[in-house]
């Protein structure tokens, strides 16, 4: 976005913010060891430089054998074969196979020269000393993992854009990958603002006061999401204190949330103070979504700014459904992880306006989503709630026993 754009008043839906602000602000890039590196970002394909396992190797106990050697076994008429000796884990087969001949192998054991397949254990009996009954055919392959069948050399074993899993951490390991290049963590400022918010450790509200639960809970989801929250404290109603509050951290910071500041009147000193930085574009001011409407999405020097309304419920909310995505593209989250999720039916009937996405939190009882009522200042309703529910923008609600899906809160 250039800083000519144009300034939207009028509510957009949530799909139009994140399609249309798509901010080109991305986070470096570091070296991170592989053992630190869990829920962090590679910044490029991470390549394994030699196939995996490496050598051909037995997926179970049982007796390397010629395949050939097996047809037409059965219980009545089984195959009589040569025990040559035992092949020992972690070194090299010194025995081959021949005809006629099996060597016993145990499971991850390196499968020996003449060998094509592996008979599980199961499927024999010793019968003297010296010599095996197989009971049952095996083709060839069978019991065996070749030497590229997990990983070949050259293949993909971390995609660039996706937060590495625990999977992805053993992996790396098993190529011998000790670090890689990953996105740093985007440090994202959190400012609280309003007469009547204070410091959340303050023991003695005075009458009108509310404690600053708000910035608590962004830095959680913050963190969660693989950022570094940066807490900026508490500015009053007051533009010119804002505004170089926001001057700062502008500077300092991938993404600036600011919290009590967004409502559309004449105190939305949020606005004002964003235009009064300079190089600033204002992409919208205001969401179709309940809770949440109040919200401002703009961006100044490059750095994404987004605007919450006062309300506690009401700004996690848009922060999950708006600020999330935009922290991730700044984090280069290419691929984001998919939110858990559970399918329910709907315990009673929910109106809503076309044009609006509602977003409704719910309890899970026995399959049932309860939705839970109140205030959008109220939040305990999200400490409740086991999820939430979307109810899109083109519906004018859900009738009651309506299969939805609910993404739950973990």
Known sequence: MSANSKEFFAALSVAEALAGFRTQRRTGV???????????????????????????????????????????????????????????MGSVPELSVRPGAVLQIPTGAAIPEGADAVVMVEHTQMTMPGTVEVTRPVAVGDGIVRADEDVAAGAVLAPAGRPLRPQDLGLLAAAGVTELKARARPRVAIVSTGDEVVAADT??????????????????????????????????????????????????????????????????????????????????????????????????????VLGLPGNPLSALVVFRMVGLPVLQLVGGIERPPPEPTVRATLSRSLASAAGRLDVVQVTLRDGEARPIFGHSALLSLLTTADGYVVVPEPATGLDAGAAVTVTLYV
Do not use: N
């Open 203 to 304: 023991q003695r509200l005075a009458a009108g006061q509310v404690r600053d639960a708000t910035a608590s809970a962004l830095a959680g989801l913050v963190t969660r999401a693989g950022g570094i929250a940066d807490y900026r404290g508490i500015v009053a109603d007051d533009q010119e204190a804002l505004t170089a509050t926001l001057a700062e951290a502008v500077a300092e910071t991938d993404l600036v949330v600011v919290s009590a500041g967004s409502s559309v009147g004449a105190r939305d000193e949020t606005t004002a103070a964003v235009h009064a930085l300079g190089d600033a574009t204002v992409f919208c001011h205001g969401l179709a979504i309940k809770p949440g409407k109040p919200t401002l999405l703009a961006e100044v020097g490059g750095v994404p």
């Open 30 to 88: 570091e070296s991170v060891p592989r053992e630190e590196a869990l829920g962090r970002v590679p910044a490029s394909v991470v390549t394994s430089g030699q196939a995996l396992p490496g050598f051909a190797r037995s997926t179970v106990d049982g007796y390397a054998v010629r395949a050939a050697d097996t047809y037409g076994a059965s219980d009545g008429l089984p195959s009589y074969l040569d025990v040559l000796g035992q092949i020992r």
